[in-house]
């Protein structure tokens, strides 16, 4: 069975063809990060416009790179959210008139739950992939962790799970981005703030952990505050300093240890949930997925600390894209999933597990 995935719930115009679940065809990414990162972060309106203009070509070129046909394609699966209201509305208004034109199945995606299903992507032809070498076993603790969303998740099967806890504020991708901008760092924050971290001390600031009712809860709003205080702090300066000041004032050693202290607490802070998880719950398997599941201090941290292997998607599928939603629209119609109108499917912008 193969599926067409189509992904455009932020800034990534994205198509893919997957067989089976398993076997990636086709893989096409179109960011317009590089239009976002004179303005620190996404603008809604330029991600949309971007959408609008890459989309059927991406589309396209997905097919021919999976050398399909439309006749190949036995359903389509679409990101329903959550996203941006604007950058949904192209790729789900795109997927109904394929699926109305085409005369092919609908399955809108959640997302969220779509990172777990790109650790089931494990054949492919196309080069540069290092993929798993065999899927995940259910039951399922799942680490998602992005810009916009942390949450840990046990899977019974596709379809089936507990949420067992979530942000309760920032995001971990959200902090790292409004780190990097404190230190002017660049955008996105999560490799330029691992990039710097790497010729930094990771204790030569003390930076606090929170403690939630919830143990498998996060918060990162009070670590990005404490980063700020103890940049102002270094550059000789109040609690009134400006952090858009900071980057002129602070040296390269100073960003570099701030860097590496934010990192070691955010990245403590996500793997002491995982571990205690993993301990209680005893799952078959760990994943780790989302852009932030690229990170190189996370990535090895949890290989020292966690008992049980992790799974994680190649590098180029944690951050967003098609394949994951082909992935999981396969596990929706083989479970039986009810299809979506294309006349009448909406989006979703708020969308959650």
Known sequence: MRVLGIETSCDETAAAVVEDGYKLLSNVVASSVDLHAAFGGVVPEIAARSHLEIITPVIEQALKTARTTWDDIDAIAVTQGPGLIGSLLIGVLTARTLAIAKNKPLFPVNHLQAHVFATFLTKTALPGYNLPAKQPKFPLLALIVSGGHSQLVLFQKPG?????????????????????????????GGPSVDKAAQKGNSEAIKLPTVKLDNPYNFSFSGLKTAVLRAAQELAGQDYTFPSSKLPKVLTKVQKADIAASFQATAVKTLLDALKRANWEFQPASVVIVGGVAANRE???QALKQLSTSVIYPDIKLCTDNAAMIAALGYFQAKGGAKLASPYSLEVEPSLSM
């Not at 504020?169 to 404190?182: I, L, S």
């Open 160 to 188: 089936k799970y507990q949420l067992l806890g979530q942000t309760t504020d920032d995001a971990v991708g959200e902090a790292y981005d409004k780190v990097a901008k404190m230190l002017g760092l660049g955008y996105p």
């Open 298 to 300: 996370l990535r090895q």
